[in-house]
């Protein structure tokens, strides 16, 4: 007697397997096809600049070449006149940026199995060898993420370090064009690792980096409408309601553990405004909320909710728990003072949120409804 397949139950766990090999396969299929047509257009920007350096066909070129082939391939959309000037300074960004800052991107390395921009700290001290080697395998990295994303990347990005940086950060976060914008627009690339802390003498060499780098200076919480005399709380709700949105401004890695986490120390509670667990650092961090600038106590009380979740929360394996402090325009000073001889690594920052719309104004501008109903 024949099975009816479609409601036996070992037929859909494996039908499950096979879907999600399929899958996988048109990803990969994908991303080859991505990397073939943008290594396609690698060549062709570059052969477009060297002919209009060796010729007098000037401006003449592009539309010339754009009639010729949309005849040719008529099935291939990438051929109009406005593409293949974004073709042509696709290129002539990145080559001009090799020429005139070559120690900017001379360290390219695989990471993760992804080719991406590192380290450039330390890329003056590249070989001409290792430059020359970085600007050839240069199209495997941008390559890697599609063509709409690289016109966004060179349209925004004043730079070639600006731009890998967010060719990096769309590799490792797989990010949507949308997201990618919306993570230039806030200025990611200036923010990034510009946190005060003291991880340098807090952590491991290693986390210390990591640590940093994760961290930004200033958050952006534009999607809020809070107004000027919002309390801790009123944030830490707005924050919370919005937690998709908090997480992306994050970053990368945090996992959202709890609002008003409690903990009780010999019989006394406290209640950490939010905890998270960060999976690339592999330890957890607690996120202070104030409504006032920084002020020395804050760190005090930071620190000490660290020994705590050392003691109570942290797990063997786990890496030293980090605490963020945000607050309003913290006075570097004050803050370098007020770090010093913490033994917690502790970070601080500024947040920043829209302030409240002034009444003559709020019937020329658009909702807050009205500008999320755009972006969806």
């Known amino acids: 007697m024949n099975t009816i397949l479609s409601t036996d139950k070992q037929y859909k766990e494996w039908f499950i397997e096979v879907k999600q090999k399929v899958q996988s396969a048109q990803i990969k299929a994908a991303l080859k096809v991505n990397q073939e047509l943008l290594n396609l257009y690698w060549e062709l920007g570059r052969e477009i600049v060297e002919k209009q350096s060796a010729s007098n066909w000037g401006e003449a070129l592009i539309p010339q070449l754009s009639k010729d082939l949309s005849a040719a391939f008529s099935e291939i959309k990438g051929f109009s006149p406005t593409n293949l000037a974004y073709i042509r300074r696709w290129y002539l960004f990145y080559k001009r940026g090799y020429e005139n800052l070559p120690q900017l991107v001379a360290n390219l390395y695989l990471f993760d199995n992804q080719i991406i921009e590192s380290n450039l700290n330390k890329s003056d001290r590249a070989t001409s060898q ?88 200033p958050y952006n919480f534009d999607f809020l409408t809070l107004g000027k005399e919002a309390h801790e709380r009123d944030l830490e709700m707005a924050l919370t309601g ?135």
């Open 242 to 376: 919005h937690i998709q949105k908090f997480l992306l401004e994050l970053g990368q890695g945090f996992a959202y553990m709890g609002q008003q986490f409690h903990i009780n120390v010999a019989g006394d509670d406290f209640y950490l405004d939010l905890l998270f667990y960060h999976t690339r650092l592999r330890c957890y961090v607690i996120v202070e909320l104030k409504a006032t600038e920084f002020r020395p106590e804050y760190a005090g009380k930071l620190n000490f909710y660290l020994n705590v979740v050392h003691a109570q929360i942290k797990h063997p394996d786990d890496q030293p728990s980090i605490g963020i402090l945000l607050c309003k325009t913290p006075n570097k000073v004050m803050v370098e003072y007020g770090l010093e001889n913490i033994k917690g690594p502790l970070g601080v920052a500024e947040y920043q949120i829209m302030n409240a719309i002034p009444e003559n104004l709020k019937g020329n501008l658009p909702s807050i409804e009205e500008l999320e109903s755009e972006l969806m």
């Open 130 to 217: 290792e430059q020359n080697h970085s600007f050839e395998i240069l199209p495997q990295v941008v390559a890697k993420i599609p063509w709409g994303h690289n016109r966004e990347i060179i349209s925004k990005c004043q730079d070639v370090a600006e731009a890998l940086f967010y060719v990096q950060q769309t590799i490792k976060n797989n990010w949507s064009r949308a997201i990618l914008s919306a993570q230039m627009e806030s200025k990611l690339y200036q923010r990034q690792g510009k946190a005060i802390d003291n991880f340098e003498v807090a952590l491991p060499q290693l986390q210390a980096d990591l640590a940093r780098e994760t961290l930004k200076n």
